[in-house]
């Protein structure tokens, strides 16, 4: 039997939670491909509790976390910035981060993220969904497209003083 699933919208009082979740996720899936000093500067700079607690429930900012049996195992980070060159002026909004645990992976968690970020776009009139994933996430890339997002470019990511490749997806919704 699945685990149910609650998406909620992240307040102020979720930041440690957000920032554990994001430190943890993100080593878990990036470590084993950039040295400890990128990812330890990184980690430093993006994903404190101080840092979370300035984004969650600023302007711009829509937070959603998931829950399952009482423990945050997940979240969505979505914001309104200037689009991309390549969307011209089209209502978009960024899916900046979506995260799950790695003991929470194909256990729904990142699908009933997913859904409600679109859902959530949709009711503020949004017509695309847009996010940028390392070119070398195929797991990550793979759950995108099976949601139809599509490469529309690729922007610089900074990670330490590694500058990597992230390929642009979007999603018309």
């Known amino acids: 039997m699945p685990i149910p699933i609650v998406i ?3 307040d102020k009082n979720d930041a440690a939670a ?7 996720t993100f080593y878990d899936t990036f470590a084993a491909h950039n040295t400890p000093e990128n990812m330890e500067q990184f980690m430093n700079e993006t994903f404190t509790e101080a840092a979370l607690k300035d984004e969650v429930g600023a302007k711009g900012n829509i937070f959603l976390v998931a829950v399952a049996e009482g423990e945050m ?3 969505a980070r979505m914001r309104e910035v200037e689009n991309p060159p390549e969307l ?3 209502p978009a909004l960024e899916l ?5 645990l790695q ?9 009933a993220l997913m859904q409600r970020c679109i859902e959530v776009a949709i009711q503020i009139g949004k017509q695309v969904l847009w996010l940028g994933v390392w070119e ?12 139809g997002f599509v490469k529309f470019g690729t922007h610089d990511f900074i ?9 642009m997806m979007k999603l018309t919704l």
């Open 136 to 147: 070398h996430n195929q797991r990550a890339i793979d759950f995108y497209t099976k949601w």
């Open 73 to 75: 195992v997940g979240y």
């Open 88 to 90: 011209g002026d089209v």
């Open 96 to 100: 900046a981060r979506i995260y799950s």
């Open 18 to 24: 957000i920032a554990a979740i994001s430190r943890k």
């Open 103 to 111: 003991a929470m992976i194909g256990k729904g968690v990142g699908k």
């Open 159 to 167: 990670l330490g003083s590694d500058v990597q490749t992230d390929w």
């Open 8 to 10: 909620r919208p992240a």
